[in-house]
C-alpha cells in the first residue's frame, strides 16, 4: 500500500516567522505544503499571492501544493509554475473549460488539480477524471482556516473512490478543511489519499508531535 500523506496548509502558520514555520514542515513527517491562494472573489477572503509563494518556495524543501480559490485562474498558470508550483489546483467552480485548463497546467510542467466545494457533486469530473492528477475534495467552504468538518464528505470520498475504480484513474483524492485525529482515519479508510491540515497542525503545542502521530496514525 503506498503511503498516505500530510499537508500542513501554511495558512494557519505563523507569518512573523514565516521560514521558521517553513523548516518545522521540512524537518517533520509532513509530505507537502499546502498553500492557499484566495482573491477576494472567488471567496470571501484574501489570504497571500506571489511574492508569499516565492519566499516560501526558497525555503521549502518538500512538493509544493497550490490551491486556488482565484477566478479565471487559467491568468495565473504560468507565474506559478515559474514560482516553484508542483501541483496546481483550480476550483471546478471557477473554469468554464476545465478541460483546457487542465491541459494548460500540464503543459507548464506542473500536476493538475481540481477542487470540488462542499455543494459540487462528483459526478461532474465522470468525464474528466483521467486527466486529473489530484482531485481535492472542501470539507469545509472554501476561505478560511480553522471551521468544522462536514460530515458529507464521507461520502463524497467514497462515491470518488469508487469513480477513480472504475474509470482506470491514477488520481489521487485530497481533503482539506476541519481534518484533525477524529476524522482523519475514517477519511483513509473511505479512500482518501492525502489530508490537509492547518489550525490541527499549527495551533498545536508540538508541532512536530502532532504531525508524527497523524502520519502513524494514517499508514496504520
Ligand atoms: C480553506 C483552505 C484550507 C485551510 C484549511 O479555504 O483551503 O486549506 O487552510 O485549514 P484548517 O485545516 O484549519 O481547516
Ligand atoms: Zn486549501
Known amino acids: 500500500m503506498t503511503s498516505k ?3 500542513p496548509s501554511i ?6 516567522n514565516l521560514q521558521r514555520d517553513v523548516e518545522m514542515v521540512n524537518n517533520s513527517e509532513a509530505d507537502w505544503f499546502h498553500i ?9 477572503n484574501i489570504s497571500y499571492g506571489m511574492p508569499v509563494l516565492k519566499a516560501i518556495s526558497q525555503h521549502a524543501t518538500k512538493t509544493i501544493d497550490v490551491h486556488l480559490m482565484i477566478v479565471d485562474p487559467d491568468r ?5 509554475a515559474e514560482l516553484g508550483s508542483d501541483i496546481l489546483t483550480v476550483h471546478y467552480e471557477a473554469c468554464t473549460h476545465l478541460h483546457r485548463t487542465i491541459q494548460a497546467i500540464k503543459a507548464e510542467g506542473m500536476k493538475a488539480g481540481v ?3 462542499p455543494h459540487t457533486n462528483i459526478k461532474v469530473l465522470e468525464d474528466i477524471i483521467n486527466d486529473v ?20 464528505t464521507y461520502n463524497k470520498v467514497k462515491q470518488l473512490k469508487k469513480l477513480i475504480e472504475q474509470k482506470g484513474a491514477t488520481t489521487l483524492i485530497e ?31 508540538d508541532q512536530l508531535k502532532t504531525i508524527s502521530n497523524l502520519k502513524s496514525a494514517i499508514n496504520s
Open 11 to 16: 495558512l494557519a502558520a505563523d507569518f512573523g
Open 5 to 7: 500523506l500530510i499537508a
Open 133 to 152: 492528477d489530484v482531485v481535492l475534495i472542501m470539507s469545509v467552504n472554501p476561505g478560511f482556516g480553522g471551521q468544522s468538518f462536514i460530515e458529507n
Open 36 to 44: 492557499d491562494i484566495m482573491d477576494g472573489v472567488f471567496v470571501p
Open 115 to 117: 477542487a470540488l466545494n
Open 76 to 80: 495565473y498558470i504560468k507565474t506559478f
Open 175 to 205: 481533503i482539506d478543511g476541519g481534518v484533525t485525529d477524529k476524522n482523519a482515519e475514517t477519511l483513509i479508510e473511505c479512500g482518501a489519499d492525502v489530508l490537509v491540515a492547518g489550525s490541527y497542525v499549527f495551533k498545536s503545542t
